[in-house]
């Protein structure tokens, strides 16, 4: 089925371990983001990029990078995990005109550091 | 001046009442005005979207009413019912931009 497709669902890590979310999308949308959301804080964005080659930073970009060779690919980099980074990440995309179909979610990757 | 501030923070409502979420911004260049709804687990979804040039918009049980002047959109939900729980977020966004400025979001329970 069409959609964003996010891996892996689970993930623990230990403080200092490094690991990439991944984020792959078949509905050729121009822009895909990602955001943590975090109990009583909403989503909160941390990157985003509007084409291949193109990534800008949101909300709360630090500890995290992002590339975009890609249309359909999008990964979430964290360099080395904190506690603090315990969250449930979304990936997001959209097609330019958000009217009829708004953003597609993935699943999401609930993700603990210990 | 970008925030959309959302309210309640949460919602306990019994089968069949009518829970109304209401959201308020500040930008006057917002043009875009959409509910999204997520599912424990799940990743959020869109529900219902008005622009501006209208001020009511149903689909189904949902109704979105919107207040130009004031800066104010709500979300109504009619005959709610207890799969109708649920996280709803609102969010604004400017037609020419890609950027969804997010509401803070409200947990609704509907007792059965």
């Known amino acids: 089925n069409a959609g964003v497709t996010q891996t892996p669902k689970f993930q623990v890590l230990k403080t200092g371990q490094s690991m990439t979310l991944q984020c792959a999308q078949d509905?050729?949308?121009?822009?895909m983001s990602w955001y943590r959301q975090d109990p009583g804080m909403g989503l909160r964005l941390i990157h985003y990029?509007?084409?291949?080659?193109?990534?800008d930073q949101g909300e709360v970009p630090n500890g995290y990078n992002v590339s975009r060779s890609t249309t359909e690919d999008f990964p979430l980099r964290l360099l080395s995990a904190a506690p603090s980074q315990t969250s449930v990440y979304f990936c997001?995309?959209?097609?330019?005109?958000?009217?009829?179909?708004?953003?597609?979610f993935g699943s999401g990757t609930r993700l603990t550091v210990v | 001046q970008q925030q959309v501030k959302q309210s309640p923070q949460s919602l306990i409502v019994q089968k069949g009442g009518i829970p109304i979420i209401n959201c308020a911004y500040e930008?006057?260049?917002?043009?875009?005005f959409p509910w999204y709804q997520q599912f424990p687990g799940k990743g959020p979804a869109l529900l219902i979207a008005?622009?501006?040039d209208v001020s009511e918009k149903k689909e189904g049980r949902f109704t979105i009413s919107f207040n130009k002047s004031a800066k104010q959109f709500s979300l109504h939900i009619m005959d709610s019912q207890p799969g109708d729980s649920a996280t709803y977020f609102c969010?604004?966004?400017?037609?020419?931009?890609?950027?969804?400025?997010w509401g803070a979001g409200t947990k609704l329970i509907i007792k059965p």
């Open positions: 969010a604004a966004s400017m037609d020419s931009n890609y950027q969804l400025i």
């Open positions: 930008n006057t260049a917002f043009d875009y």
């Open positions: 008005i622009r501006p």
């Open positions: 509905m050729n949308h121009e822009y």
């Open positions: 997001a995309s959209s097609t330019r005109g958000l009217g009829i179909f708004g953003y597609t």
């Open positions: 990029s509007v084409g291949a080659g193109i990534t």
